[in-house]
């Protein structure tokens, strides 16, 4: 795989492959999936904590053609693990897209600063603690993701962004959540290979166990 620089935009993206970057790998090269956490959270468990992610199934770089989605898997973790509840932010906009389009798709939205329409809703207010999760498009979270925060506030919560992806890290995805949410606790990041979490239970009870769940 080759990696080419192109612009200041491209900057904040991971580099080509066959001309084309992975969408979850659009930040950059991370030379440690698992990020460093910050001071670790109150440890809110069980129906004090929720999970809101992202996850497309489908064409995926590195994994092909999955029914379920990498960020589902980690999500699922999370909840199995420590018992949190789940909001899932569904769109069909993506649904049975080839990859190559999805990633121009992406782009554009990205620098349109689309906010695309997700399915269903869910009533924040009763959750101290609040995970958020989804693979890395283009630098940071996909643009549906900004419509979940433009919609709900969870300022005074504690934050735990984590992240898919083939070799952005966490992108620019903590940044992001710390400006749409500035007064919120954002701790405890974590990010891991997509082609890595259908056998990454493992390391993702260790993440929980370090921030302190």
């Not at 990633?103 to 995970?131: I, M, N």
């Amino acid at each position: 795989m080759k990696y080419i620089m192109a612009s200041a935009l491209c900057m904040l993206m991971s580099t080509a492959c066959k001309g084309r970057a992975p969408l979850s790998s659009l930040e950059g090269e991370s030379n440690n999936p698992v990020a460093e956490t910050n001071e670790a959270p109150s440890g809110a468990v069980g129906g004090s904590t929720l999970v809101v992610f992202f996850s497309h199934a489908g064409d995926n770089y590195s994994v092909g053609n999955i029914k379920v989605g990498n960020t589902k898997i980690v999500a699922d973790y999370i909840s199995e693990i420590i018992g949190a509840d789940q909001f899932e932010i569904v769109t069909h906009k993506y649904d049975g897209m080839a990859y190559t389009p999805l990633c121009d798709l992406a782009k554009e939205e990205q620098q349109k600063g689309e906010l695309p329409p997700f399915e269903g809703s869910v009533d924040v207010s009763k959750y101290e603690t609040v995970f958020i999760g989804g693979p890395v498009w283009w630098g940071t979270y996909p643009q549906v993701m900004f419509t979940f925060f433009s919609k709900y506030d969870l300022n005074g919560k504690t934050i735990i962004p984590f992240t898919t992806h083939e070799g952005s890290g966490l992108g620019n995805c903590v940044k992001d959540v710390k400006k749409a949410y500035p007064n919120a606790t954002v701790t405890g990041e974590f990010s891991i290979y997509g082609h890595d979490v259908r056998e990454g239970k493992e390391r993702v009870e260790k993440w929980l166990k370090k921030i302190g769940f």
